[in-house]
């Protein structure tokens, strides 16, 4: 088992990533001195396959569970949803004291996360991520959030985790396409964050297609590594998190303009990439040979990087309603080379739209 610990002061929490972490919960949790009521979210496929297994650890340390279901995927994200889980709460008789436990995909962090923030200003709070994507990111930093009519992730609060136990052994168990999907991020990390780790994943690429468990649980660990100190240097983000958008903000538009449902997030997030890596090409600011590597490691592990299928100009409109444009401007992070970013603002339509292309 590999321990990362994220330094926030009082909001300080551990990361435990390895195999078998599920059983641990109850011990772990009995550490932090908490109440005994305890309300575990999930999803009932998730609770099939993993829930039963925390709960049972947790009831085995002496806590009171509460299993509260959630619906699968974004669908558990809305205002109904998270008034139904307060519900629980009151019905379970949680206090102050009690923890909420979210054992899922970053759809049930958020969801779970959202409601231990706002039920009675804010209750204990630990992440149980079961896919990649969650446990290199989503589980950690505290972001939670439900969506609103209008966009995605619109309405949320930062209540950062008492404790992340990611169980690479969990990702066994996901379809290809989900495994796949958290690769992005993985990749994003060491593109922008750390060559040395972007060169592990170049050369363990094989072994985590194959999802080889000690190159999992070492991988999963150095992303938490690269998002934790991050998040300990911008806990709000106010600009050095922006970094952790790589990708995003054209895999955002992309998702956006097809529904959320054509394309994986992660395989937006790749498609992202790719052009992201292209604007940096473009403006003279990566060094030759950047945009190769990175377009080679997001395909050595199956992700996409070309196809969005989408006219380049409908993705630039839906980039002017990006949320993190700042009076009308949207800031892109950008690789100058692996392992260093710049954020740079007032990128030209034109530079756009040819990265777009190359994509498309």
């Known amino acids: 088992m590999i321990e990362i610990p994220v330094s926030l002061g009082s909001r300080s929490y551990r990361i435990l990533v390895g195999t078998g972490v599920l059983a641990r919960t109850g011990v772990e949790l009995e550490r932090l001195k908490v109440g005994r009521k305890v309300a575990l979210v999930t999803d009932p496929g998730i609770l099939a396959l993993h829930g039963e297994t925390v709960a049972a650890s947790l009831r085995a340390a002496g806590f009171e569970v509460t299993i509260v279901l959630l619906p699968e995927g974004e669908r558990a994200k809305t205002l109904d949803v998270a008034a139904s889980t307060w519900d629980r709460f009151l019905d379970a008789g949680l206090d102050r004291s009690s923890t909420v436990v979210a054992v899922g995909g970053g759809a049930v962090g958020d969801l779970a996360g959202f409601t231990a923030a706002t039920y009675m200003r804010g209750v204990n709070f630990v992440q149980v991520p079961t896919t990649l994507l969650a446990q290199v990111d989503a589980s950690i930093g505290g972001k939670t959030a439900i969506d609103h009519a209008r966009g995605k992730n619109m309405i949320g609060a930062f209540h950062q985790p008492r404790l992340v136990l990611a169980d690479t052994a969990t990702l066994l168990t996901l379809p290809e396409r989900e495994y796949r999907s958290g690769m992005a991020e993985v990749i994003k990390h060491g593109i922008v964050l750390d060559a040395a780790y972007f060169t592990e994943v170049e050369r363990e690429a094989v072994a985590l ?39 995003h903000t054209i895999g955002h538009a992309i998702e956006a303009i097809t529904g959320y449902e054509r394309f994986a997030h992660g395989e937006a997030v790749s498609l992202g990439i790719a052009a992201e890596a292209g604007i940096a090409e473009r403006l003279g600011l990566a060094k030759p040979g950047t945009r190769e590597r990175q377009v080679a490691a997001l395909e050595a592990v199956g992700l996409p990087v070309r196809g969005a299928g989408e006219p380049p ?27 260093a970013f710049r954020i740079i603002y007032d990128v030209s339509r034109a530079t756009i739209l040819d990265a777009l292309a190359d994509v498309a």
């Open 209 to 247: 297609r194959a999802r080889e468990p000690a190159v999992l649980s070492r991988i999963v660990a150095g992303s938490c590594r690269l998002k934790g100190s991050v998040v300990e240097r911008d806990e709000q983000e106010a600009e050095l998190r922006h970094v952790l958008n790589y990708g």
């Open 313 to 339: 100009e409908r993705v630039v409109e839906a980039l002017s309603r990006d949320k993190k444009s700042k009076d009308g401007r949207v800031p892109f992070v950008l690789a100058p080379e692996i392992g």
